[in-house]
């Protein structure tokens, strides 16, 4: 994995602890919370704390989540909202500890000036064994504190405060002004600067987790369903298999959860899936041992040319995607495509909308042959495909992400997946879009 570190496509954006300070109350946090400690004296964390270094000491990559479900956090300061999370377990995970460190900012920067913030993402569910169990998570709290209990003495100095002014003759009970003047000492003036933490709770009605080989849980949408890698039987909501690719395309079609990739004819058009396409020649390619050794110079035009030498070998996507190319640079006929075919999941993306992020996954899992859709879009399963790759492949991979995607990653992103409704699209057969749907629905 070194020339993805290396190119800034493996753990970039983490938090530094470089300073005693910082890695003494990361010690406090994590005894607290594991009742471990760490040697190490410069390490870095992501967005919940965890260390891929103090992993590696520990010998355990799960030490702030065991079990996989309820993760557990250490925040030393704000700034970690920044940084990527690791070992994700659950997709809804970052998003829900960078909006809680959002709507808290004020608070857990004053109190990470003085001690590190621990607790963990807290569901109804403690073990996952059975994968239905997965379905009884609706929500999850996020419940944090100082390694000192400095939010749990402002909560009971708040009480206090309340007696204090409601009942009579306060001013002479001497135990009830001692209690509040000692919490007071570690909690300062919570009346001033309240100590509390808003919004803990989030609801998590669509997720995917990577739990029981993988699935992904649609809750929210008009014909709800688990798409799932090892199905499992469950009498209040349908599960997919995902290797039933006309079911999950009807699934998708039906809920109104994709649209094609492409908005019409036009040069950029043509380029995405110019790109597509050479990126599933290039995955198979290498696994043949079929790529040239030196590509430094001008590495699309060797990548075409071992394309044109090696045609009879490459998957059949490829020419699939090369006749859309052909048709969006205004040559040749728009070809049929449909659930069957294994372009088909290639050619969509994830429609706008709070699902947007949880499809394009989903699709990037079916369609995993394009492995920059893969780690813009389901980075766990990227790197374990990547590890499986052959070493010229892993650097043809490595160097292309690192041109192409590292230079501007929110530009390839708005590109790639966060535009808009499609423009009008030239009409197929009785279904309207360039994409035939062919399947269960007809």
């Not at 990559?61 to 956090?73: E, H, V």
């Not at 708005?414 to 269960?440: C, F, N, Q, S």
Request: charged share 30%; hydrophobic share 40%.
């Amino acid at each position: 994995m070194d020339r993805l570190i290396r190119h800034g496509l493996m753990f970039a954006g983490l938090f530094e602890v470089d300073s005693p300070a910082l890695v003494e109350r990361y010690n406090r946090a994590l005894e607290h919370l594991t009742g471990k400690r760490t040697g190490l004296d410069h390490f870095h964390i992501d967005l919940s704390g965890f260390s891929p270094e103090v992993g590696d000491e520990l010998g355990d990559m799960g030490y702030l989540n065991p079990g996989g479900c309820n993760r557990q956090i250490i925040l030393l300061s704000t700034r970690q909202k920044d940084a990527p999370l690791l070992e994700m377990k659950f997709s809804t995970s970052a998003d829900i500890l960078r909006r809680f460190i959002t709507a808290n900012e004020a608070q857990l920067f004053t109190l990470t000036a003085r001690d590190a913030v621990a607790g963990e993402l807290e569901n109804s569910v403690y073990s996952v064994a059975d994968p239905a169990r997965l379905l009884d998570i609706r929500s999850v709290t996020v419940e944090a504190d100082t390694t000192t209990g400095v939010v749990r003495d402002a909560a009971k100095l708040d009480g206090l405060i309340q007696r204090f002014r409601q009942e009579e003759d306060a001013w002479w009970d001497d135990v009830l002004v001692a209690q509040m003047i000692a919490l007071a000492r570690s909690t300062g003036d919570v009346t001033r600067a309240p100590v509390t933490f808003e919004t803990p709770s989030f609801r998590q009605d669509d997720f995917w987790t990577a739990l029981h080989g993988g699935l992904y849980v649609f809750r929210s949408v008009e014909h709800p369903a688990v798409l799932a890698n090892r199905p499992f039987q469950e009498d209040g909501i349908e599960v997919i298999d995902l290797a039933d690719r006309n079911r999950v395309a009807n699934f998708l079609q039906v809920n109104g959860l994709t649209q094609p990739i492409v908005e019409g004819r036009g040069p950029e058009a043509a380029e995405i899936l110019r790109e597509k396409a050479e990126h599933i020649a290039m995955d198979s390619l290498g696994r043949q041992g079929l790529l040239p050794q030196d590509h430094e110079d001008r590495p699309e035009r060797h990548l075409r040319h071992a394309m044109r030498r090696h045609d009879d070998t490459l998957p059949g996507e490829v020419g699939t995607l090369l006749r859309m190319t052909a048709w969006a640079e205004g040559h040749g006929k728009w070809p049929r495509v449909d659930s069957r075919d294994a372009a088909y999941f290639h050619t969509l993306r994830g429609a706008p909308g709070p699902l947007r992020d949880l499809v394009n996954m989903a699709l990037a899992e079916l369609a995993p042959e394009d492995f920059r859709q893969l780690h813009i879009c389901h980075k766990p399963l990227f790197y374990d495909r990547y590890r499986d790759m052959p070493d010229p492949l892993k650097e043809w991979v490595a160097d292309t992400l690192a041109r192409d995607y590292v230079t501007d990653k929110s530009g390839m992103r708005a590109r790639l997946y966060a535009r808009d409704l499609p423009k009008p699209l030239p009409a197929v057969g009785r279904t309207g879009w360039p994409i035939e749907r062919k399947g269960p629905w007809g």
